[in-house]
């Protein structure tokens, strides 16, 4: 079994590298930690980075988890290959563009683009973002899924994601104690679904909607406050149509042995208990 420490970072290609640094640094209040040729490294905690944009195809997008050591790396390597996956080994000159020690990289079932890491960077430096979003890190993702069912049983049987609820056929799956750090929405295509960061506090959620709002941000969902993790958030519309999502309050669930994971309805009160409806194609029943 595959066990996944922590999500990492994520890698988003983009054509408009200059217009996904402003966006990234003045709308969604991350910091600019690096630039190399054709990349911008961003901060949102007190790791070096946890989004990179680089000059590329929007589709080409990648999301990475930590793992505990190079042994566990090239466990997961073999336990992949032996699933039929085609496992990239990353060159020495790969791992430093991804400020890791070494990492592989794979398709999950469906061809999101996943990466195992060890020892990502950490920063001795304070994360201070250039507006106030009150961001507190990068948390979660959601993930496209062409088959539920399939790419659950991935992530649950080979690598070590439970189920924490489900919202029709998509689990919200997590690897620690909170509640969850991958989701997988159904979709025809592969690719990254939403990108979550927390936020310290349900004001911050609230400001950051008046703030995007009055900047003409799309806002595809919310405020609101999801039933599931009991979290109050905010979805709006980035570079490429990627949407990011603030949330404040994600639930933890700290006794394995006690908790049971639940079943919500495909439809608007499954995503919201406050009455926001989504317009997110993946959240639409
Ligand atoms: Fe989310």
């Known amino acids: 079994m595959i066990k996944l420490e922590d999500v990492c970072y994520v890698r ?34 007190e790791r070096l980075h946890t989004l990179c944009y680089f000059e590329g195809d929007p589709s080409d997008q990648a999301v990475a988890f930590v793992v505990a050591s190079d042994t ?8 992949l290959e032996r699933l039929q996956h085609r496992v990239h080994i990353g060159t020495p000159e790969e791992a430093s563009l991804r400020k890791v020690k070494s990492f592989i990289a794979f398709d999950d079932p469906t061809g999101n683009r996943i990466e195992l890491v060890v020892r990502p960077e950490t920063s001795g430096r304070r994360y201070h973002g250039t507006r106030d979003a009150g961001i507190t890190g990068f948390s979660h993702v959601g993930l496209c899924t062409t088959d539920p069912a399939r790419d659950e049983a991935f992530w649950t049987e080979v690598c070590n994601a439970r189920v924490s609820d489900r919202i029709g056929d998509a689990p919200l799956l997590r690897i620690d104690e909170v509640h969850h750090t991958i989701a ?12 979550n960061h927390q936020v310290a506090t349900a004001d911050d959620v609230q400001r950051s909607f008046n703030f995007l709002r009055e900047r003409n941000v799309p806002i595809v969902f919310g405020p609101g406050r999801h039933v599931t993790s009991t979290a109050k958030f905010l979805y709006f519309e980035g570079p490429n149509g990627m949407v990011f999502e603030y949330s404040s309050g994600v639930s933890e669930i700290a006794d394995e042995l ?27 029943s």
């Open 258 to 284: 006690l908790y049971r994971e639940r079943q919500f309805p495909a439809d608007p009160t499954g995503f919201c208990g406050w009455g926001a409806k989504p317009d997110i194609k993946e959240f639409r």
């Open 72 to 79: 566990e790396l090239d466990q997961a390597a073999a336990s």
């Open 184 to 195: 997988l929405f159904a979709s025809n295509k592969a690719g990254i679904q939403h990108i």
């Open 12 to 45: 988003l290609g983009t054509p408009d590298l200059e217009g996904a640094e402003f966006f990234a640094n003045d709308y969604l209040g991350l910091e600019v930690e690096d630039r190399t040729k054709g990349a911008i490294y961003f901060k949102s905690d």
